[in-house]
């Protein structure tokens, strides 16, 4: 059963915090009364991101597509701030590729990054959740998980054992105060678009800005995400009040996605 009795602010770990839709989604928690800690690989950027913020904000640095690294940072975030209360695993995409174009040591890599990452995290901060009766872990991935693209095979297949395993583990803690959710991102703004945006054009043999233009295309609100908006969906699975949210995938994508389950 789940107590919104609270010592203090809530904990959140945001991944991938240093920039894009992780700083953005640090800024939506800090805005909700939460203490934030940044996790991402290079110190340089985190400690420009937390003085940006303001606010409570302090950062470890840690690769979380190392799964001991990712539980051990859960492990250090607890030990210093007495609780974690919101996980946000959110991680950078893969590269680009056919899903027999892309090489055998690229899928073990990937495979940590989308789903051994994040279930070292679940795995570390789940049970202490579940204790107190409070916890959030809200995932980041793709809506290649409703509408596999081709062109993205590893995040289309690995995001979706991932998804697969949220939902065992929201099942798994729903009794305790406990949800674990995804947020299916759709085209947002953010380097990742670009990236993807001049692989597809480099394929088509088309410059960067038709390519663009086609992307935009297919998108009803006629434009990207901003990183913010992804961040509002994230701040609300996070909340008490989406406590009866559970196991789920929010698709944040302007009307993109055509599979409607």
């Not at 340089?44 to 950062?59: D, F, R």
């Not at 916890?135 to 998804?163: D, E, F, I, K, Y």
């Not at 701040?235 to 055509?258: I, P």
């Amino acid at each position: 059963m789940e107590t919104n009795q609270h010592p203090g602010p809530r904990v959140a770990f945001v991944g991938g915090g240093a920039g894009g839709i992780g700083a953005a989604a640090a800024a939506a928690l800090l805005a909700t009364g939460h203490r934030v800690v940044l996790a991402g690989r290079t110190e340089k950027t985190l400690a420009e991101t937390a003085s940006a913020l303001g606010g409570p904000v302090g950062y470890r640095v840690c690769d979380l597509a190392v799964p001991a690294a990712a539980a051990d940072a859960v492990t250090r975030v607890r030990e210093q701030y007495g609780s974690l209360d919101v996980v946000v695993a959110n991680t950078g995409g893969p590269a680009p590729g056919g899903v027999f174009d892309v090489p055998a040591e690229q899928w073990h890599h990937d495979l940590d990054l989308l789903l051994l990452g994040p279930l070292a995290l679940m795995r570390a901060a789940l049970p202490a959740m579940a204790e107190r009766g409070f916890g959030r872990v809200v995932v980041t991935t793709s809506t290649a998980v409703r509408q596999p693209q081709p062109a993205l095979a590893a995040s289309t297949v690995l995001r979706s054992a991932t998804t697969s395993a949220v939902k065992l583990a929201a099942r798994e803690y729903a009794d305790r105060g406990v949800t674990v959710n995804c947020v299916a991102v759709g085209a947002t703004l953010t380097p990742r678009r670009l990236e993807v945006v001049r692989g597809r054009a480099d394929a088509a043999g088309i410059d960067v800005a038709t390519a663009m233009a086609q992307d935009l295309a297919d998108i009803p609100a006629g434009r990207a995400a901003a990183p913010g908006e992804v961040a509002a969906a994230v701040a609300f699975l996070a909340s008490a009040e989406a406590g009866y949210v559970n196991g789920t995938v929010l698709t944040v994508d302007g009307g993109r996605t055509e599979c409607p389950a």
